[in-house]
């Protein structure tokens, strides 16, 4: 158990919907990293955030937004699915502010888009 | 676009033998880390290694880093069924604060 926790772990929906994915990173990490995976990608860095502030951005699309709450947890929000949204949303966290450290990662949220 | 490519993409052996990933990535880095993945599951942190190391042990795993060639490999040694999983690298690509993963090696050891 790395102590990271995401909701919900399975999702079903439709296309044109909107969902939310939630993250509890570790007790005392500050940092939060979203990552989506699928067959034909891999591991995608999405975004990174840092005591609520974000810290940097990858290839994450328009209709998708994450925040970090003043508790730490984080959201991603994904808006106007499209069926190749389908895939595995991975939360990770540590206590740097700098990606020069290990990572502990959720064991992530199955988002089916039908 | 990815950081790192991971070769072989698949790789199968046998139960006793040793396995060897490898790891090509683009731009200067401040560190390299591997990762492994069960079917599914969460990635969980097997080693890092920085910039100014060159060969780096934990247990049956043995990391190496070439920076002029930009390039690391990941040895298994005496692989067991249950080593059976993906193995990805991680470079910060020189950013501080992404942490860019590879296409990933899917290893099987047949027991």
């Known amino acids: 158990d790395s102590g990271v926790t995401q909701t919900p772990k399975h999702l079903i929906t439709a296309t044109g919907q909107r969902v939310t994915l939630r993250c509890s990173p570790r007790s005392g990490d500050l940092s939060v990293y979203w990552y989506q995976q699928s067959l034909d990608q891999g591991l995608q860095f999405l975004i990174h955030y840092y005591n609520g502030e974000e810290r940097a951005k990858g290839n994450i699309l328009e209709r998708f937004s994450a925040q970090q709450f003043p508790d730490l947890h984080s959201e991603l929000n994904l808006s106007s699915l499209e069926l190749g949204d389908s895939a595995l949303y991975f939360c990770a966290s540590s206590v740097a502010a700098v990606s020069t450290g290990e990572l502990f990662f959720g064991e992530g949220s199955r988002l089916t888009v039908l | 676009s990815q950081q790192g490519e991971e070769d072989p993409q698949a790789l199968s052996i046998q139960e006793g033998e040793n396995a060897t990933m490898n790891c090509s990535y683009k731009?200067?880095?401040?560190?390299l880390q591997w990762y492994r993945q069960n079917s599914g599951r969460g990635l969980v942190h097997l080693i890092l290694i920085r910039s100014n190391e060159r060969e780096k042990h934990s247990g049956r795993l043995r990391v190496t880093l070439d920076t002029s060639k930009k390039s690391s490999s990941l040895l298994i040694t005496a692989s067991r069924a249950a080593d059976t999983a993906s193995y990805f690298c991680a470079t910060d690509a020189g950013s501080s604060y992404k942490l860019i993963f590879g296409s990933g090696t899917r290893l099987l050891v047949r027991p």
């Open positions: 731009t200067s880095i401040n560190n």
